[in-house]
């Protein structure tokens, strides 16, 4: 199962593994409150919430529920317990390689069903997996340290990794140009009003900075870090730092909004697309197991 | 021919994502209706991303969706409470994902009564629409405090659910004098639990 770790074909099952384990652990996490927040007892029932939804062309939970209602009439609450099962386990055969491209679809396809659903709940973390689940099923995320290995290895990763470089440098070279559009992300406004939003949390309290320029370096730093991002992350000698910026920009979106998920699969896009394939680290998996192997011999005769 | 072919699709696949995002930047700098400008370009990218292939694919990719986060400003935020017999209750969560999760939903509810103090300039089909939504968000209100009312273990019969805008002194303001935070109150409604 494990082979030699090659950095320039191995982002690949790095892409595979992040995604499906992160949006396994939010699934998950959702698990205590999945009644308060989906069911026909939540606080906003589905029943109710669903009529404003935007997408129409996935089709929903409740379009399942009533295109079988005939054929096989099932309860709502038993048809989201079905759903849960079959995600946390589509998401767990994708994250070990079983079959990746199949599990790959069918964990985009049920991902995209439940937010048919629950457009309302959606927000950038859920655009960010539904593009990385979508380039699993596309890429050969399957090839490489999988349960079920594809019989044709495809060597050369670079288009792909192209395709997902572009993708990204598009996302935030948009998401620094509407910034700089806004009077208030050009004199901090902006970033104090985000940290004191009412539903974040922050762990550290910067209002003491309040007199200082520091919020508005802060606000230019994160437009020119993401309008200048398909530049300088495309260089290799700007590569590194503006790499460096880019975590250390989501590591403050995870300390002082507490949206730790969105940072997480932000901060492993990146380190999937502009770090992995660019190290020289090549890693034989074989030789731990030799090393292994001679200790436990070792043992055995001082023994 | 397949070079060729998937260099097409590569072209179509980020056509639509560049599309999307034009179409995201411009609705976003011109964010109320009345603003927006008459734009053929733009309504003939719209039509075109709007018809149901693209739409299909796009959900598919995601490319339909633009890359605005907290752009071009910040929106404003607020919570839902709910009081019986002088105590306040909110929707509680045991995790801070469904919490986020649930925010993001009273984020729509603030931007629908902010936008709401427009009704002036807006079209009448826009007015038809939002007077449906707000029948709509009263269902929510009822349901949520039908929610919060089993859950808390009320007594008292009638209640009071409430929306409030938290309005943060902004940074310019904290420069020059300390201020609190203000609730706005932007809705009230007072329920009566028939049993």
């Known amino acids: ?39 026909n007892e939540a606080y906003a029932p589905v029943s109710i919430s669903y009529l404003l939804n935007k997408s129409n062309i996935i089709p929903s939970l ?23 099962i079959v995600f946390i386990i589509s998401l767990i055969l994708l994250l070990l390689g079983f079959y990746s491209r199949i599990t790959a679809f069918t964990s985009l396809l049920l991902f995209l069903i439940f937010h048919s659903t629950y457009d309302y709940y959606r927000y950038g973390f859920d655009c960010f997996i539904n593009i990385a689940l979508f380039y699993c099923f596309i890429f050969p995320v399957g090839n490489y340290n999988a349960l079920t290995l594809s019989k044709k290895l495809i060597k ?42 009412v539903n974040y949390t922050s762990i550290i309290d910067l209002n003491f900075l309040a007199n200082t320029p520091f919020f508005l370096i802060l606000g230019w730093a994160t437009i020119i870090l993401e309008m200048l ?22 590591l403050s979106i995870a300390l002082l909004m507490g949206l730790y998920f969105f940072a997480a699969i932000m901060i492993a896009l990146n380190i999937t697309a502009y770090y992995i394939p660019y190290s020289s680290s090549t890693f034989d998996f074989k030789t731990i197991e030799q090393i292994f192997n001679k200790k436990s011999k070792v043992s055995i005769i001082s023994n | 021919m397949k070079k060729y072919f998937s260099i097409v699709l590569i072209s179509i696949h980020f056509g639509l994502i560049l599309f999307s995002c034009s179409i995201s930047t411009y609705d976003n700098y011109y964010d109320s209706p009345s603003n927006k400008k008459e734009n053929k370009l733009m309504q003939q990218i719209s039509k075109f991303t709007n018809s149901n292939a ?10 339909q969706y633009g890359f605005s986060f907290y752009a071009p400003n910040v929106r404003s935020s607020g919570y839902i409470s709910f009081e019986n017999n002088q105590n306040i209750y909110y929707p509680e969560f045991h995790s801070k994902e469904a919490k ?7 984020c729509q509810i603030s931007d629908f009564l902010l936008a709401g103090k427009d009704t002036l300039i807006k079209a009448k089909d826009e007015i038809k629409y939002d ?11 009822k349901s949520i405090s039908a929610k919060l009312f089993t859950q808390n273990k009320c ?20 420069r020059i004098n300390k201020q609190a935070p203000k609730a706005v109150k932007l809705y009230e409604l007072q329920t009566v639990l028939n049993k």
């Open chain 1, 1 to 39: 199962m494990l082979q030699q770790f090659d950095s320039k074909i191995h982002w690949l099952s790095f892409f595979r593994v992040s995604v499906a384990g992160l949006c396994l652990f939010n699934f998950l996490s959702l698990q205590a409150d999945f009644n308060l927040l989906y069911s």
């Open chain 1, 62 to 84: 409740i379009k399942i529920q009533s295109i079988f209602s005939d054929v096989m009439p099932i309860e709502y609450n038993t048809l989201l317990l079905i759903f849960r």
């Open chain 1, 156 to 197: 050369n990763t670079g288009k792909y990794l192209k395709i997902l470089q572009v993708h990204i440098s598009i996302a935030y070279f948009f998401c620094g140009f509407e910034k700089i559009l806004g009077i208030n992300w050009r004199n901090g406004e902006s970033f104090w009003k985000a940290i004191h939003d």
């Open chain 1, 229 to 250: 991002y398909p530049i300088f992350m495309n260089i290799k000698k700007t590569r590194k730092i503006w790499l460096f910026g880019i975590i250390i920009l989501h």
């Open chain 2, 54 to 63: 693209v739409k299909l694919y796009g959900e598919l990719s995601a490319c």
């Open chain 2, 100 to 106: 986020i999760r649930f925010s993001v939903f009273e």
């Open chain 2, 131 to 141: 007077s449906l939504k707000s029948k709509y968000y009263d269902l929510i209100y």
């Open chain 2, 155 to 174: 007594t008292d019969k009638r209640s009071n659910i409430y929306y409030t805008l938290f309005d943060y002194p902004s940074l310019k303001s904290s």
